[in-house]
Nanobody, 127 residues
Framework: QVQLVESGGGLVQAGGSLRLSCVAS????????MGWFRQAPGKEREFVAG????????VYADSVKGRFTISRDNAKNTAFLQMNSLKPEDTADYYC????????????????????WGQGTQVTVSS
């Protein structure tokens, strides 16, 4: 079992930055792949970014490539999502997820299977 707690959300103007954090608790937390998803009002939850347990490979949704960076610190059981050049369409509840990876080097979101979810943190980008 893994418990996930997100933080770092808030209100920011378009063009600004935010850094989300996700602390994972559990004896084997550092062995899980981690990911970030988001859900905007009236829309389905969508994949944003994923990182393998080693941090060796990362995957991004096309909508955030070049603006968002996912990283992790296994010594602290923490994953991060650095969000730059934020746009109003990035407004959503952001969820941290933990799970497994099907291959050593993951190149698509389908290479992850996420089983554990945090409660979410709200990000609002004003125009």
């Amino acid at each position: 079992q893994v418990q996930l707690v997100e933080s770092g959300g808030g209100l920011v103007q378009a063009g600004g930055s935010l850094r989300l954090s996700c602390v994972a608790s559990g004896r084997t937390a550092s062995s899980y792949a981690m990911g970030w998803f988001r859900q905007a009002p009236g829309k389905e939850r969508e994949f944003v970014a994923g990182i393998t347990w080693s941090g060796g490979s990362t995957v991004y949704a096309d909508s955030v490539k070049g603006r968002f960076t996912i990283s992790r610190d296994n010594a602290k059981n923490t994953a991060f999502l650095q969000m730059n050049s934020l746009k109003p369409e990035d407004t959503a509840d952001y969820y941290c997820a933990a799970g497994v990876q099907s291959v050593v080097v993951v190149r698509t979101p389908e290479g992850f299977e996420f089983d554990y979810w945090g409660q979410g943190t709200q990000v609002t980008v004003s125009s």
